[in-house]
Structure formats: C-alpha cells, structure tokens
C-alpha cells in the first residue's frame, strides 16, 4: 500500500516541485546592470553605474577594503541615464552627464512623458559622500589634468567651466563642424578634438591661454581619435580615406593610416599604413581612444590576419608587431601604466565568452588573467597600485563589480543582487552548431527548461540578437539590451520552452569574414540561410514539436523575425517583433544622409528585395509588434507600414507601443511590459 501510495503521488509531487523552481519575470530581471567602470588616476579607487530596475546610480570602492558605496541618491526608473562617467584628478569627486541621448545625439528623450521636459546636464558628486552639483548643461565632458575646469560639448561647441563653480560656464570655441572627442593634453594647457564636418573630419587644438585654434595636418579625409603624446607636443591620430559606400559587407577599401602631427606647427607626417586587403577598412576596439601612446610607441588595432588584434608601432617609423596572434577578437582594451602592459578582454580559446589577459607593449605573448566558466569584461586598472578592477558574470549570477589584485580578490559589492533572485533555478545554455541552408555553421546557444522529460516534445522559440554586430554569450550579457534578452530566454525556459539563441552571419566574435558577410542585410538577407537553419534544426528535434516553433528578437533581430515570418510562416508559427527593421530603404536613409533611393535605384531595388516588405504578401503567421514612438534607430513608421500592409491582407497582429520610448527601452517597467506581454503571445500561440 505504501509504495502504490508513493507512485500515486510522483506526478503531483513532480508538479509541486516545478512549481517551487518557477520565478517572475520581475525576479529574473531585478539585478542591477554594472556600467561604466573607470578608476582614479591616484588612491587607487574606482567607481561605476549600477541601473537597479531603472534606478541609476553612482557607486565607488577604494584599496584596501573596496567595499561598494552609493554616492549619488536618484530613487526613480525616470529613464534618464547616466554616462561620461569620470574622476577628478585629485579622485574626491567623480563626473558625470545624466539625460539625454548618449546614443544618436538627437533630442532629450522623455520617456515619462514628463510635461516639464528633461535636460542633459553635467554634475559632480564627493566620493566620500554629499549632494551632487550641477555644473553645466551639455555632455562629453574632459576634465583638466590640473583639477581646475571641465571642457564639454554643448549644441556642438567646445564650451568650459570652472569645476568648483565660481563662475558660469563659457563657451571657449566657437566654430564650424561638430567639436567630439575631446582630450586634454597631459601639461593641462592645451585642449584636442574632432571637427566632424559631414564628409570630412579634422583634429583641431585650442590653446585656452592664448585664445588660439590650430588644425592639424588638414585634409579631405576623416580624423579621429587624437592620441596626445607624453611631452604634449605631438599628436597621434587615425586617418580613414572619405570614401561612401552603400550599406553592405566591406572587407577592403582604400587602406587606413596612422598620422603624426606637431602641435605647435600644425605639420603631420605617416607613420603607419594598413596593407591592401584585410585589415584596410578600420574597425575599432572598445576603448576610449583608438590609440596608446607609450613611451617611444603607438599602440593600435589592426585586422590584418582577418581578426581583430593588437599591434605596436615604434613612433620614429618601423614595422608594426602583432601583440595578440591567434583565433580571436580583442575587445576592452587599457593601459596598466605601472607594469607598461596593456590589459585586454577577448575570447581567445573560449569563443563564446570573454576573458582578461595583458600582455606587453613591444612583444606578443598574452598572459592570462582570468579563466572559467564565467565572463569577464572592461578591465581598468586602479593607479599607481596597478590593480585590476572588471565586470564580470556567469550564467547563473548576472554582472557585478570585482577587483583582483596580490592581496585581494572580490566583488564590490555583493549584496546589491536581490535575495530572492532566481540565480539557483537558471539553465545553463548549451553551445551548439547548426547548419544554415547554405551549409555555413553557426554558433547557437541552447536552453533547455528543467523538467523536460524524456520523449516529451515541447514549444521552442529561436532568438536573433539586434545589432547586428553583436555576439551572444554563454552567461549573462556585457550589454545592458542584450542582458535583459538573457533574462529573457531565461524565463521563456523556465515556462518551458525550448530556446534557440543564434549567433547569426555579420555578428562579432568570430572573425571579419564572418562579420563582413557577403550579400548580409540591405544587400541580399544572406542572414535568412541562418534562420531557416536554426528552424529546421529544432524542427528536427526530437524533443521540439515542429508545429509549435516561434521566434522573436529586437532591432535586427526583429528583422530576422519579421523575415522569418513573410518568407517561412510554414516553419514559424508565431513570432514576436521588437522595433525591427521592415524596409531597409528607410532605415538606411535614417544612418546616412547621402543615401537617396532615387539616385541609387539598383542598390535600392536590392535593399527592398532584401526586406520583410518585399515578402509581406506570403506572411501568414500571427505576430507581436511591439515599438516605442520615439525611436532614434529604427523609425516607428516601419512598425506602422508593416501594421498596415498585415491589417489588409488579414494576418493578425498584436500590439504594444509606447510613448515616447526609445530604442533601448529607457524605463525598467516598459521591459517588464514588453516581456510579459512577448510571453503571453508565444504562450496563447504556441501552447508549452
């Protein structure tokens, strides 16, 4: 009797014991997102953003305990962020701007509707606690080595400030073009920057004592990036030809130079130039400057080998030497100026994830920092002390503060992670490969719910990231959009779907080829090979019902989803599209101002073609449309054209807008929303 009762009472037994692993969308997206991780320039301190459900504060930690502390008391998701984080050189306070478009540069985004408007402001907050100070309106602020004023950008000018406030802010450059970029040189007494000037750039300097303005070495290309040397009487800078070409894969162009040019003259010379072929078209690194200028050399990124790596350069003139040989992408890059290394992230032997390594300024040989089944990203390293301090996470617990060093080893602060989130009850995703219908292999991440039972066939959703250049991982993500997806796949598994996330062609991560894939996007969709693969390969599972796969995915990744949906409704039965992208002769249009459809009628026959418009008439699967109004990125036209064609030919469609949000969602509870709702609709859709 007592063992039938015992097999009587598995099944609910079972029940309950999913029930108890089960957890809210709101538990699984409740730790707070790090950013913006900077170190002092003495006393070894550091500080970050930490976004707790839309909140957005300051923190900081110093040797030799580097206990987190919040120095800034903002209470509401409000949606204004925060950004240009920074130290004053005397590391008592710390910079910062909050509100406005970091992003685009447009309008102050509201995303509250407030009737008063927002502003985008410069402030300053004691490290040691106390109330924070406004100094200016504006953004992009470079604080004088000297301590004693703050230059900044407002309405495109170069404009200063007094960092204690004794007097109004001025604008010091009045010019043409857009001031970007700026830098101070070490002595404190001169001031570097971009003008941007539409198809042509130049690197000016402005000397604030004398009330001058020079241009260096000026020509009809673009400069950036201006790189001061240690003596402040040279700059380095990047030279990229004024080229235009239509949006599409780009693997050469006309080779990319290093330049060098005096400050008191204005005359530059070339120091460096990328070869024909690989590595002639300029990709960057994740980095503040594009350049380091150490002791007698530069150094730089270069893809010459068809991955993204770093090379040094003798100033005087020579050949560049490969730092960082090998498969693999270098990512956050800095300088470990007491031990003359540079400190990198990068997925050298582990491609879905990110690692530390450092390695030094004149010969290749990376030496490993950190290892594991977790994540590491934008290292800094603390000062004179040279202890590093990064961002790290695994696909249990989401990013956090650490700090590593001889004596210590640690997160900053730890009990910022809420206690009932769901770390424990998380999967951990599965990489896997899986041939697109043209047979190329893609890196794929699968999740797979908890009590799946053997020769059960359950829901399954594929999931395209945005970008496109962007690389989901095996954890949780270094980015905040691509963090919240990660929730998300999360909590769809933990309903007991099956979730494929695809690291489709023209993402990161795995080589220029594969980033610069041919005929990707406005140039053909080559990407929609990837998405019938990743159908076909969970149709083909055996624990995957083919009638019942959905698909959803945000910016690019609504793209892929609206694509999946107007050319392969067979195979997706539901989907859900976050601001994606409808026709790309629009969207185009919203990146570059020279793109004309009109003029350009062959390219844009093929961006068409290459659009979920072009197939809209064989779309037949039910679809979530969800945007906000004031998108920067993806105009909300294209969700309203899309509305519309769907509405005539009677495909049913939902909808969730928002007013006034951007892109990257910018209040915590419109993601809430937006989450909850996709769940409903792939659950109403596709069953679990």
Do not use: C
Not at 122 to 134: C, L, M, N
Not at 291 to 299: A, E, N, P, S, T
Not at 352 to 373: E, K
Not at 441 to 454: K, T
């Amino acid at each position: 009797m007592h063992t039938r009762r015992a097999i009587a009472l598995v099944p609910f037994l079972a029940g309950a014991l999913a029930a108890q692993q089960s957890f809210t969308l709101e538990q699984v997206t409740s730790a707070p997102f790090p950013s913006d991780l900077v170190a002092s320039a003495t006393g070894g301190k550091v500080a970050w953003q930490l976004n707790a459900r839309g909140v957005r504060n300051l923190w900081v930690a110093a040797p030799r305990d580097y206990r987190g502390r919040q120095i800034t008391s903002y209470t509401e998701d409000d949606g204004q962020e925060i950004n240009h984080v920074q130290w004053t050189p005397d590391a008592r306070s710390v910079v910062y701007v909050r509100g406005g478009d970091f992003e685009m540069g447009r309008e102050n985004p509201n995303p509250r509707s407030d009737p008063a408007g927002v502003e985008q402001d410069i402030w300053i907050a004691p490290a040691d606690g106390g109330a924070s100070r406004k100094i200016a309106e504006g953004h992009s602020p470079a604080i004088s080595p000297k301590g004693d004023r703050v230059a900044f950008i407002q309405k495109d000018q170069v404009w200063m400030a007094p960092l204690d406030g004794a007097e109004k802010p001025v604008q010091a450059v009045h010019a043409r073009g857009k001031a970007q970029s700026l830098r101070w040189s070490p002595d404190g007494t001169k001031l570097a920057f971009v003008s941007s000037r539409s198809d042509h750039s130049f690197i000016g300097v402005f000397e604030p004592a004398a009330k001058t303005l020079r241009y260096l070495d000026p020509g009809v290309d673009r400069d950036s990036n201006p790189t001061w040397a240690p003596d402040s009487h040279q700059i380095a800078f990047v030279r990229i030809p004024a080229t235009h070409e239509v949006f599409g894969p780009q693997r050469t162009a006309q080779p990319w130079s290093i330049r060098v040019a005096d400050v008191t003259t204005g005359e530059g010379r070339e120091v460096w130039r990328a070869q024909e072929g690989r590595g002639s078209m300029f990709h960057g690194i994740a980095a503040e400057n594009q350049l380091l200028w150490i002791g007698d050399r530069i150094v730089f990124p270069w893809e010459k080998t068809g991955w993204l790596h770093l090379y040094s350069l003798p100033v005087g003139g020579g050949a560049a030497v490969e730092l960082t040989p090998g498969d693999f992408e270098v990512e956050d890059v800095t300088l470990r100026r007491n031990t003359g290394e540079i400190v990198f992230s990068s997925n050298q032997g582990d491609i879905d994830r990110r690692h530390l390594w450092r390695v030094a300024i004149d010969h290749p040989g990376p030496i490993r920092v950190s290892s594991g089944q977790g994540l590491e990203w934008s290292p800094v390293v603390t000062s004179d002390l040279g202890d590093i301090a990064y961002l790290h996470s695994d696909f249990r617990e989401p990013g956090r503060a650490a700090i590593v060093s001889p004596t210590v080893s640690k997160d900053l602060a730890p009990e910022t992670i809420p206690a009932d989130f769901p770390d424990a009850q998380l999967v951990p995703p599965q990489p896997v490969m899986i041939s697109a219908a043209d047979g190329v292999q893609i890196h794929a991440q699968l999740f797979l719910p908890r009590n799946l039972s053997a020769g059960e066939r359950r829901p399954a959703v594929v999931f395209f990231h945005g970008g496109s250049r962007r690389q989901m991982l095996l954890g949780w993500h270094y980015m905040y959009y691509y963090n919240n997806a990660y929730a998300m796949n999360q909590y769809l598994a933990s309903q007991g779907f099956i979730v494929l996330s695809v690291n489709y062609r023209s993402g990161i991560g795995y080589g220029l080829d594969f980033r610069e894939a041919l005929n990707y996007g406005a140039r053909g969709a080559s990407e929609f090979n990837d998405v019938l693969g990743a159908g076909l390969y969970l149709r083909n599972r055996a624990d995957v019902d083919p009638a019942r796969i959905g698909v959803w995915g945000g910016s690019y990744g609504g793209y892929l989803t609206a694509l999946a949906l107007a050319r392969a409704s067979d195979l997706f039965a539901a989907g859900v599209d976050f601001h994606g992208v409808h026709d790309w002769n629009v969207v185009i249009g919203n990146f570059d101002s020279i793109y004309n459809p009109q003029k350009q009628q062959e390219a844009a026959r093929i961006a068409f073609e290459s659009s979920p418009m072009a197939s809209v008439k064989t779309w037949r699967s039910p679809v979530l449309l969800i945007h906000g109004d004031d998108d920067r990125n993806v105009p909300f036209s294209e969700t309203v054209t899309l509305a519309a064609a769907l509405r005539k030919q009677g495909v049913q469609f939902d909808e969730l807008i928002f007013p006034d949000e951007v892109h990257d969602f910018l209040l915590y509870r419109h993601w809430v929303e937006a989450y909850r709702a996709a769940e409903e609709f792939l659950r109403r859709k596709l069953g679990r």
